[in-house]
């Protein structure tokens, strides 16, 4: 498994989207979290966007798995950067494989 950064971009032509499908997103979250899938996640404080930290075994099957969370798949992301992160020091870095 891998590890990878997702960083979700929000647009203030999305808020709408946001805010009908966070409740929704945030239960998705929490489901993936619970499989270790999703190991930290959360808002960026400006509100522009959100970082979320993903195990997974590549990137295409990341990209599969994100576009099921309500967030995304309700409009609520404008953007999305997905890149792969090696954390060596640190809680996370016992994820790595």
């Known amino acids: 498994m891998s ?6 971009v929000y647009g203030p032509e999305a808020e709408d989207g946001r805010v009908e499908h966070r409740p929704a997103h945030r239960q998705w979250l929490a489901g993936q979290a619970e499989a270790e ?10 509100g522009a966007g959100a970082l979320l930290i993903f195990r997974a075994a590549d ?6 798995l994100v576009a099921q969370d309500p967030m995304c798949s309700g409009g609520g ?5 997905i890149s792969a992160w090696n954390p060596v020091i640190g809680q996370l870095s016992g994820y790595v494989a």
């Open 3 to 8: 590890i990878f950064a997702v960083e979700y």
């Open 77 to 81: 992301v404008t953007g999305l950067k």
């Open 59 to 64: 990137e295409a099957s990341l990209r599969e």
């Open 37 to 46: 899938v999703v190991l930290a996640s959360g808002p960026y404080v400006d």
